[in-house]
């Protein structure tokens, strides 16, 4: 009986691990897309979203067989918690980098000519994103941490931007609509952050059974 | 036992429907907030997203407690299942609701010198929430897709509200923040109305076990 769970736990792992691979390359081929205006990218990571929907629903029906028949305790239930709000931070990074890349279809956008550091962002959001799923992989508490603190960094960069698309907008308002496309484009890129940090937080509650500074299980 | 369980069914019921009243409450504080200028209120929601981030882990635990003791099928696995996924966009709504009330907080905004529609994108997201949570405590299927539907018209009135920033920053380049600040806030009422429409798609799921047209159990 616990040799079969421990081969069930090491699928979910597995399958985690798969949708944190794909969420990885949506962001990147998203942003190399929104970047370099490469449309064939952008239509990849449009078509990864449903490969990941796919992927949070199997993950989703394996944690749920996992908690019905198994009824684990301690720290394998944490850990099969843990997976099934993971997923849904994942699930919305899908998301969110499929939203950029149907605007990197949809208008013609030179981000930096508009926002120098709208790149820098994209790097430090991917950079969260990388790292949460390898804190999840490799069990390591202070990378989960370190991607908990990075959010701060992705934040000050969405202040940086909006200042830098506003004082553009005011020497150019003719130029209005990109602009305002790049600053959604941002805004998405803040909240992929956010969701990392979810990840990285849930990695956290995972190892020490503490989420967010209080002990839930 | 089965006794048992109809009880803690229904304590599980009336977390939600309290949990949705919460959310109900914030997003319309935000509103008045917003549209009034009315910082107390903004105040409130704010204060009300702790209140929902504390509902979501009482449901949450809750639903984790019903899968692990009572190994529930069919139609009861279907509701524990969805208030397990529901609650995660109600989360969201608090926080986006909260995130409107921040931006209230920060800056002086008057909505409808900018974007006439925004009042009435407000106010059919607000609708939307109300819908998929009345959907939920009647188990009214018909509602629920109305909810689905009604995503369209906030998806419009979207654009609507861009186009109108837009214009305004054309004539009036100098007054470029708040209208940012306004696409922000657009930005999160379409958000809201996705959440909304998640909600409504559980609902589905919950009553007729298809999700999002595709059977899953």
Same mark, same amino acid.
């Given at each position: 009986?616990?040799?079969?769970?421990?081969?069930?736990?090491?699928?979910?792992?597995?399958?985690?691990?798969?949708?944190?691979?794909?969420?990885?390359?949506?962001?990147?081929?998203?942003?190399?897309?929104?970047?370099?205006?490469?449309?064939?990218?952008?239509?990849?990571?449009?078509?990864?979203?449903?490969?990941?929907?796919?992927?949070?629903?199997?993950?989703?029906?394996?944690?749920?067989?996992?908690?019905?028949?198994?009824?684990?305790?301690?720290?394998?239930?944490?850990?099969? /918690?843990?997976? &099934?709000?993971?997923?849904?931070?994942?699930?919305? #990074? +899908? =998301?969110? @980098?499929?939203?950029?890349?149907? %605007? !990197?279809? /949809?208008?013609? &956008?030179?981000?930096?000519?508009?926002?120098?550091? #709208? +790149? =820098?962002? @994209?790097?430090?959001?991917?950079? %969260? !994103?990388?790292?949460?799923?390898?804190?999840?992989?490799?069990?390591?508490?202070?990378?989960?941490?370190?991607?908990?603190?990075?959010?701060?960094? !992705?934040?000050?960069?969405?202040?940086?931007?909006?200042?830098?698309?506003?004082?553009?907008?005011?020497?150019?308002?003719?130029?209005?609509?990109?602009?305002?496309?790049?600053?959604?484009?941002?805004?998405?890129?803040?909240?992929?952050?956010?969701?990392?940090?979810?990840?990285?937080?849930?990695?956290?509650?995972?190892?020490?059974?503490?989420?967010?500074?209080?002990?839930?299980?």
């Amino acid at each position: 009986m616990r040799n079969r769970f421990d081969e069930q736990l090491e699928s979910l792992n597995n399958s985690l691990i798969r949708m944190g691979a794909l969420c990885e390359s949506a962001i990147a081929n998203a942003t190399k897309a929104l970047l370099e205006g490469d449309r064939t990218l952008a239509g990849r990571a449009i078509e990864a979203d449903s490969e990941i929907d796919q992927a949070e629903r199997e993950v989703e029906s394996l944690c749920l067989k996992l908690l019905l028949q198994q009824q684990p305790v301690a720290r394998d239930l944490r850990q099969i /918690s843990s997976a &099934l709000k993971m997923i849904t931070d994942m699930e919305r #990074i +899908g =998301d969110q @980098a499929s939203d950029i890349s149907e %605007m !990197v279809m /949809s208008v013609e &956008l030179d981000p930096a000519a508009h926002a120098i550091h #709208i +790149g =820098d962002m @994209a790097r430090a959001t991917i950079g %969260m !994103v990388t790292d949460s799923i390898d804190a999840y992989v490799r069990r390591d508490l202070a990378l989960a941490r370190r991607v908990i603190e990075a959010d701060d960094v !992705v934040d000050n960069l969405f202040l940086t931007v909006k200042s830098e698309l506003l004082a553009g907008l005011k020497i150019n308002p003719a130029e209005g609509e990109a602009p305002l496309d790049l600053l959604m484009i941002a805004k998405y890129y803040e909240r992929i952050g956010d969701h990392a940090t979810n990840i990285a937080e849930w990695v956290e509650f995972s190892i020490t059974g503490v989420h967010k500074g209080e002990l839930l299980g």
